[in-house]
């Protein structure tokens, strides 16, 4: 069993920076991905970034590439997420995942965990 905890959220203005984190606590395998997903209000949670624990792949939605960054402290077991230039579509809940077999970056149902999510607010 793995718990993640998310920080970093809050009330910014369009082209300010945020930085998102998530720690985790548990065992994790090998092939473990961390990604953050978020949710705007009315819509569904949407995939936003990825990383795979062994190696540091990465993977972004289209929105976001050049924008964020997702990285790994693997010694604090947290996950990071930059996010630079944002815009008023990047508010929402932000909830970070953990899966131990993701084959599609972008499919909810293949995360194993989930946090309780930070809310983020981009004001034009």
């Known amino acids: 069993q793995v718990q993640l905890v998310e920080s970093g959220g809050g009330l910014v203005q369009a082209g300010d920076s945020l930085r998102l984190s998530c720690g985790a606590s548990?065992?994790?395998?090998?092939?473990?991905?961390t990604a953050w997903f978020r949710q705007a209000p009315g819509a569904e949670r949407e995939f936003v970034a990825g990383?795979?624990?062994?190696?540091?792949?990465?993977f972004y939605v289209d929105s976001v590439k050049g924008r964020f960054t997702i990285s790994r402290e693997n010694d604090r077991n947290m996950v990071l997420l930059q996010m630079n230039s944002l815009k008023p579509d990047d508010t929402g809940v932000y909830y970070c995942?953990?899966?131990?077999?993701?084959?599609?970056?972008?499919?909810?149902?293949?995360?194993?965990?989930w946090g309780q999510g930070t809310q983020v607010t981009v004001s034009a």
């Open positions: 548990g065992r994790t395998c090998e092939n473990y991905v």
């Open positions: 995942s953990g899966g131990h077999n993701v084959r599609t970056w972008m499919r909810r149902d293949e995360y194993d965990y």
């Open positions: 990383i795979r624990w062994s190696g540091g792949r990465t």
